[in-house]
């Protein structure tokens, strides 16, 4: 049986407000996919698994399946495919999955604009950037990234001047990531592509993808994207 999707923008760590949001939204008996930056790393595993106990409690009650990329702001070590819920899936770098009719890939990851004032390891991850690895990219209907490329959201360093400032490499490292994704959406194909990462909310059509930021906690329903 098809179940509606929905995906989600950032959430941060804020569980008890995304509690809150699906709720307020009256979601159940949908799969719902957050584009990273879920905030999973910052406490301990023990706090973790109780906060994620909870959560999956609650979905399971709803009938919500909630899948999840890694952000920036994630741990990657909890996307190695061990974190296993039966309502929640943190999900591996270039996982594929066919929901409804439609094949999904989805590629965690992002520079971390703000790494020189965190704490490696505590919160911030070395290993957390976004990497393209074309042998194992597959084509798909739908592609769920963290970032995106230069054709959608912000192009300049405005907003960021004192944080590539500090970071004498920031600006092209972000740069390489944009473009790498550019890459990945061209090898992958995808209809529509969602990502988050830059706290605001665009929208545009390019060389026939349909590609959309999310901001923070922004939900949107791919059905009617997906039919404009």
Not at 20 to 32: F, N, V
Not at 87 to 93: A, C, I, Y
Not at 119 to 126: A, D, I, K, L, R
């Amino acid at each position: 049986m098809q179940k509606d999707i929905y995906i989600i923008g950032d959430i941060h760590g804020q569980i008890t407000q995304l509690i809150d949001t699906i709720e307020r939204t009256q979601l159940e008996k949908c799969y719902l996919i957050c584009v990273g930056d879920l905030g999973v790393g910052f406490i301990n595993k023990i706090q973790n698994d109780v906060i994620f106990t909870n959560l999956n409690k609650f979905l399971r009650s709803r009938k919500i399946t909630f899948l999840s990329i890694r952000g920036n702001h994630d741990d990657p070590d909890y996307f190695d495919g061990n974190f296993k819920y039966s309502n929640v899936k943190l999900l591996k770098d270039y996982t594929t999955m066919k929901i409804n009719d439609e094949k999904f890939l989805f590629v965690g990851g992002a520079v971390s604009v703000d790494r020189t004032y965190r704490q490696e390891g505590v919160s911030y991850w070395s290993d957390e950037v976004f990497i393209l690895d074309d042998s194992k990219v597959k084509e798909c209907d739908v592609l769920i990234t963290h970032s995106a490329p230069m054709w959608i959201g912000p192009h300049t360093k405005k907003g960021i001047n004192h944080l590539c400032e500090r970071d004498e490499f920031l600006w092209d490292d972000i740069l390489e990531e944009r473009d790498m994704i550019e890459k990945l959406i061209n090898l992958s194909k995808p209809k529509n592509h969602y990502c988050g990462h830059f706290h605001e909310s665009f929208k545009v059509e390019h060389d026939g993808v349909k590609s959309q930021i999310l901001d923070i906690f922004e939900i949107v329903d791919h059905h009617t994207v997906n039919n404009l």
